[in-house]
Nanobody, 120 residues
Framework: QVQLVESGGGLVQPGGSLRLSCAAS????????MGWYRQAPGKQRELVAT???????NYADSVKGRFTIARDNAKNTVYLQMNNLKPEDTAVYYC??????????????WGQGTQVTVSS
């Protein structure tokens, strides 16, 4: 079983920055894709950014140039640096990882979510 623990959310003024972290633990043999998603009130969950084991990245158009995703494979941790935050970035942010455990079973796990609120 794989567990994810997120941290770093909070309240920030427009134009400010936050850094989210998500650490994975458990029976992890290999992590392939790590990513961040978000869900605003009344809206569906949407992709924010993903990063592969080879550090190839993909971003939603709405965050390109403002957000940066990174990973530390030695720590099984993924980060999301968010700069120039806007009120429309307000949402619950979820990390997601997929890979294989030591029994070579595929897993796809979600974090508990962390609230990001951008407001003056």
């Amino acid at each position: 079983q794989v567990q994810l623990v997120e941290s770093g959310g909070g309240l920030v003024q427009p134009g400010g920055s936050l850094r989210l972290s998500c650490a994975a633990s458990g029976s992890i043999f290999h992590i392939n894709v790590m990513g961040w998603y978000r869900q605003a009130p009344g809206k569906q969950r949407e992709l924010v950014a993903t990063i592969t084991n080879g550090h190839n990245t993909n971003y939603a158009d709405s965050v390109k140039g403002r957000f940066t995703i990174a990973r530390d494979n030695a720590k099984n941790t993924v980060y999301l640096q968010m700069n120039n935050l806007k009120p429309e970035d307000t949402a619950v942010y979820y990390c997601n990882i997929s890979g294989r455990d030591y029994a070579f079973h595929f897993f796809n796990s979600w974090g508990q979510g962390t609230q990001v609120t951008v407001s003056s």
